[in-house]
């Protein structure tokens, strides 16, 4: 069966202007043709979806998800929340998660860290058809040290947790780790090189978690075996000693100085800012009485340093994609294109930010998708409205149509 898709405009993703009176023509779950519809016409026997009104893009990609969350405004809920909780029934809320999440247009997510392989099974559902959702590259577990970002304190002494964190200590142990992520399963590997610093954030914002041995030998090992690697970063010397090391996207990454953003250039680093977590945690930890006063000052801080270093980085032409963080703080589906918006709201084109949470996206993923081109697979949207005039129109799933491998997702019927 082929299906013709007429719309009013198309924006492919490859970052050219929008074409007018555009058409694509789907046969199976890829892209025959796309353009002009006066240059594709009426094939033969083909079904036919009118949509004068629409701006067809490409299915939207969300590089930094957490399925396995809620994504309760309570920042200490989702570690709480997941001791309550068996990982079966991890699994099946956030198989809700997914669903959600490609009902608001985001055809394929990187999932950053989930506890017991969650979500590498989900992954596996997906592909299979047992549930629906979108296309899913998960980690396993992130890759942290012994008291490290993903291993934190706070349990009384009599508590442990089987397969919540992946803590390592040295580089035979990170080497270990990142064979166990993917003999588990794992697309690629998630680590932290660095975080945080709050005891005196107005001199020292961020410090090393992983030393460079560490880092370094996760790096080798994950590229030895042909998969890349994400890396939680706050800035600074550990982040370019992330770089260095040959980490092949940053996460959050406030602080760049320009000598890195030069390297990041030239090594081909991608950077996922991050900025809607970034601001609603900004915001809650000024709104809590309870925040540390170092922890409300580096919020403040980070902020402010996000936007800078945003557009340093578009100017310098780092290749930035969408990451929204959903599951921390953020709820799946609902808010995933906030990260578009604020994108545009950092200095990008409406046109570029699209791309951003599109092409470069898929890039990342290493999917065929991302753009609407003939052979790419038929992953789209149809948005009512123009989002190249308002860009928060996709974030509304009533505005949306969405499409996966050439097959129209529907709502389950109430």
Same mark, same amino acid.
């Given at each position: ?32 043709? @796309?353009? /002009? ?72 997510? /990187? ?86 610093? /709050? ?115 578009? /100017? ?39 791309? @951003? ?58």
């Amino acid at each position: 069966m082929r299906t013709l898709l007429r719309v009013g405009q198309m924006v492919d993703g490859t970052g050219s202007g929008p074409i007018r009176d555009a058409a694509i023509l789907i046969e199976g779950e890829r892209i025959v043709a @796309a353009g /002009r519809s006066a240059d594709i016409g009426m094939p033969d026997g083909a079904r036919v979806i009118e949509a004068p009104a629409a701006t067809a893009i490409p299915g939207l990609v969300d590089v930094h998800v957490h399925l396995s969350y809620s994504g309760s405004p309570d920042k200490r809920a989702f570690r709480a929340e997941l001791v309550e909780m068996s990982y079966p029934l991890v699994a099946l809320r956030a198989a809700e998660n997914a669903r959600n999440t490609l009902l608001h247009g985001f055809t394929s997510v /990187r999932d950053m860290h989930a506890p017991g392989g969650t979500i590498i099974d989900l992954r596996d559902a997906v592909n299979r058809g047992y549930v629906e959702g979108p296309r899913i590259k998960a980690c396993g577990m992130g890759l942290t040290v012994t008291g490290g970002h993903m291993d934190q304190p706070g349990w009384g002494d009599h508590a442990s947790f089987l397969d919540m964190t992946y803590p390592c200590d040295g580089p035979i142990a990170f080497r270990a780790g990142v064979r166990a992520q993917l003999k588990r399963g794992a697309d690629f590997i998630k680590l932290n090189p660095c975080v945080s610093f /709050r005891k005196d954030p107005d001199t020292k914002p961020y410090r090393f978690e992983m030393n460079i041995d560490e880092i370094r030998a996760a790096c080798e090992e994950a590229h030895e075996q042909g998969v890349h690697v994400g890396a939680h970063t706050s800035g600074g010397p550990p982040l370019r000693a992330a770089i260095e090391a040959g980490c092949d996207t940053v996460e959050h990454a406030h602080w760049i100085d320009d000598a890195t953003l030069e390297l990041m250039v030239k090594r081909g680093t991608y950077l996922v800012p991050t900025l809607l977590v970034n601001k609603t945690s900004s915001a809650a930890a000024a709104a809590d009485p309870e925040t540390p006063r170092g922890s409300k000052r580096w919020a403040e801080l980070s902020e402010k340093a996000m936007w800078e270093r945003l557009d340093r980085a578009r /100017r310098a032409g780092v290749k930035v994609a969408a990451g929204s963080d959903a599951g921390f703080m953020l709820e799946h589906g609902t808010t995933n294109a906030g990260e578009i918006e604020l994108l545009v709201e950092g200095g990008y084109s409406p046109l570029e930010a699209i791309c @951003a949470a599109t092409a470069t996206g898929a890039d990342i993923l290493e999917i065929d998708a991302g753009r609407l081109i003939a052979g790419k697979l038929a992953d789209i949207v149809l948005v009512s409205g123009d989002p190249l005039v308002d860009i928060s129109v996709l974030r509304r799933r009533e505005n949306l149509r969405v499409f996966k491998g050439g097959r129209e997702v529907r709502a389950p019927a109430a």
